[in-house]
C-alpha cells in the first residue's frame, strides 16, 4: 500500500467505540439505578466503586469520578479501552435484566478519565519515606501497580524492564484500533511522576535476581510470558511465519503504511489475541483474513463481542481445522495445509479425531501464530526453592507471596497468558499491600 494512504490506515485503526460527549455521558449516567451492594462493583477485580463514579459524572464531576476509578484502578484509562466489560461489570449490571442494555460503564470510565488526563491532574504524591527500597521486575501493570502502591506508601522503587518502552502489553501487544501507544504511555508517565527509578532495555536473568533479593529489602516479579508458543509443524522457518505480539507490535512501534498488507492471511489460534491479529490485519489491508481453529466455536476461548467484532470486520473463520504442515515456495509462506477434524467427546476434554480425506490448504502470504504464549522458564528455574507450577510461578492469592521469602510475584506469569489487564492491576496492588506490610512488621 502506498505511502500516501497513511491517513486511511489512521481512520481504519480509530476507535471502535468512540468516547462519549458531555451529553451522551450524562444521558447514559442518568440510566445507573445506583445500587446498594453493586454487582458491577462485585464483579470488577479491583473493585471500583462504580455507582459512585457514575453519580459523580452525572452530577459533572469527570474529576472526581477519575480520582474514584483511580484510587481503585491506576490504570483505570486503559481499562477502559480494553477492559472486557461485557463479560465483567457490565455483564453483571442489573440493567440487563431490567431494559436487556447494561449501562456503559466502559465509557463512562474513559470518560471520566480522560477528562482528568486532559485536564492534567495529579492526584497522588509518594508517601513520606520509610527508608525501604523494593525491586520491580516487569513494568507491565501488574510491576507498575505495585511500583505506583508502595511509592504511596513511602518506599523506593526501581523498576527493570527489558524493553525500549515501559508498559508490557499495555503498550506492545493490545491491537492498536482498541488503545494508541500514546494513551498507553500516558499513563505510565502518571505512575514515572511518582519518583519512580524505571531502568528499560535492563533485561534481568535469574543470576542478577538472585542479587536483587540481596540488595533490596522485596523484590516483585510482573515479569509477563515469553514467545508465541510453537506449532511444531513442518514450514515454521518460512519467511512469512510470524508471532502474534510481533505483529502487533509493529503497529505501535512503526508507522502504520511500513505495516500495510495486500494478499491474504491465516492467523492459527482462537483467543483474544488471534481476535486482535486478524482485525489488525483486515484493517492494514489484507485481501482476505481466516482465523483457523482446531475446534469449534463452542470450545472457543475469545470472548463472543470479540468474535462478533472479527466478523462484522470481514474476518473468515475456519473451524474443526488442525495446521499439518506450512507450505511454501522459495523460502517463503503460500500456504498452510490442515486436516479437517472432528470432536469426539464433549467440552474441552473432546479429543481431535482426523476425517478421512478431509485435508484442505488454505493460501497464505503470510501466517500470524497466536496459541498462546511459553512461560519464562529460565528466570524461576535459577532462583532455589522457588514453586511453580506448569511453568507458572505459585503465589498465595491475596498476597502474591511466593515460596521465597520476600519474593513476590503477579500478572501473567502467574496466571498465564488469559490474564486481562484488570486482573494484573489487583495482582499488583495486593503484592503492595503485602509487601508494605511485611516492611513495616519489619521482617
Known amino acids: 500500500m502506498p505511502r500516501a494512504d497513511l491517513k486511511l490506515l489512521q481512520q481504519r485503526f480509530a476507535d471502535t467505540h468512540p468516547p462519549l460527549t458531555a451529553a451522551e455521558a450524562a ?37 472526581g469520578a ?12 486503559s481499562c477502559a479501552h480494553v477492559c472486557p466489560t461485557q463479560v465483567l461489570c457490565e455483564g453483571a449490571c442489573v440493567d440487563n435484566t431490567l431494559l436487556s442494555a447494561p449501562v456503559q460503564i466502559g465509557r463512562l470510565q474513559r470518560f471520566a478519565c480522560d477528562a482528568a488526563h486532559q485536564a492534567s491532574m495529579e492526584f497522588y504524591t509518594p508517601g513520606p519515606p520509610t527508608g525501604r527500597r523494593v525491586a520491580v521486575v516487569g513494568a507491565g501493570p501488574a510491576g507498575l501497580t505495585c511500583a505506583h502502591e508502595l511509592r504511596q ?12 518502552m515501559p508498559g508490557g502489553l499495555n503498550t506492545y501487544g493490545i491491537a492498536a484500533y482498541k488503545m494508541t501507544t500514546e494513551f498507553a504511555l500516558s499513563e505510565v508517565e502518571r505512575i514515572k511522576r511518582m519518583g519512580i527509578h524505571l531502568r528499560g532495555n535492563h533485561k534481568v536473568g535469574g543470576p542478577e535476581l538472585l542479587r536483587l533479593l540481596d540488595e533490596f529489602d522485596a523484590v516483585f516479579l510482573g515479569i509477563g510470558l515469553g514467545r508465541t508458543a510453537p506449532l511444531k509443524i513442518q514450514g515454521e522457518q518460512l519467511k512469512g511465519v510470524r508471532e502474534s505480539l510481533e505483529f502487533i507490535c509493529e503497529t505501535h512501534t512503526r508507522p502504520l503504511d511500513r505495516c500495510a498488507l495486500r494478499g491474504d492471511v491465516v492467523v492459527m489460534g482462537g483467543g483474544n489475541t488471534a481476535i486482535d491479529a486478524a482485525r489488525a490485519a483486515i484493517r492494514l489491508g489484507a485481501r482476505r483474513v481466516t482465523i483457523a481453529y482446531r475446534r469449534d466455536l463452542v470450545a472457543m476461548p475469545a470472548f463472543r463481542h470479540e468474535y462478533e467484532g472479527a466478523v462484522s470486520d470481514g474476518v473468515a473463520f475456519e473451524w ?7 507450505i511454501g515456495r522459495n523460502g517463503r509462506a503460500t500456504g498452510v495445509r490442515f486436516a479437517r477434524v472432528r470432536l469426539a467427546g464433549e467440552g474441552r476434554a473432546a479429543r ?26 529460565e528466570i524461576a528455574a535459577a532462583i532455589p526453592g522457588l514453586k511453580t507450577a506448569g511453568g507458572r510461578i505459585v503465589t498465595d492469592a491475596a498476597t502474591g507471596a511466593t515460596s521465597v521469602s520476600r519474593l513476590y510475584a503477579g500478572g501473567d506469569c502467574t496466571h498465564g497468558a488469559s490474564e486481562e489487564v484488570v486482573f494484573a492491576v489487583q495482582s499488583g496492588k495486593l503484592a503492595a499491600t503485602a509487601i508494605d506490610a511485611q516492611l513495616r512488621a519489619g521482617s
Not at 66 to 77: H, K, P
Open 27 to 63: 444521558v447514559e449516567s442518568a440510566r445507573c439505578l445506583y445500587c446498594f451492594d453493586a454487582p458491577c462493583t462485585r464483579a470488577c477485580p479491583t473493585h471500583i466503586d462504580v455507582p459512585r463514579f457514575i453519580r459523580q459524572i452525572m452530577h459533572r464531576d469527570p474529576i
Open 66 to 77: 477519575a480520582r474514584t476509578i483511580l484510587d481503585a484502578n491506576i490504570f483505570g484509562g
Open 153 to 164: 506508601r513511602g518506599h523506593a522503587v526501581v523498576v527493570f524492564d527489558a524493553n525500549d
Open 320 to 326: 474443526l481445522a488442525l495446521p499439518r504442515r506450512i
Open 352 to 377: 481431535l479425531r482426523p476425517v478421512r480425506g478431509g485435508e484442505f490448504t488454505l493460501p497464505a502470504d503470510l501466517v500470524i501464530k497466536a496459541l498462546g504464549q511459553e512461560p519464562l522458564e
